[in-house]
């Protein structure tokens, strides 16, 4: 299927957004917008499928002072 991810369209494989982010090493601590919903980490990503032509972007959480 054919996804939209980080706005490149993009081919897998995967069936459900962990299985996308495990097969392009994103880690666990990502904060993941899939179809206008927002997941922060611990998330249960392995229960949301990805669909053709989904809109997938990750972010990563970053401190500072």
């Not at 706005?7 to 904060?31: S, W």
Request: net charge negative; glycine share 16%; no cysteine.
């Amino acid at each position: 299927m054919t996804i939209r991810y980080q706005g490149e369209e993009t081919r897998t494989d995967a069936a459900t957004v962990a299985a996308f982010l495990a097969e392009k090493g994103v880690g666990a601590n990502a904060v993941v917008e899939y179809a206008g919903e927002v997941y922060g980490p611990g998330a249960d990503l392995a229960a949301l499928s990805l669909e053709e032509n989904g809109v997938l972007n990750v972010y990563g959480i970053v401190s500072g002072g």
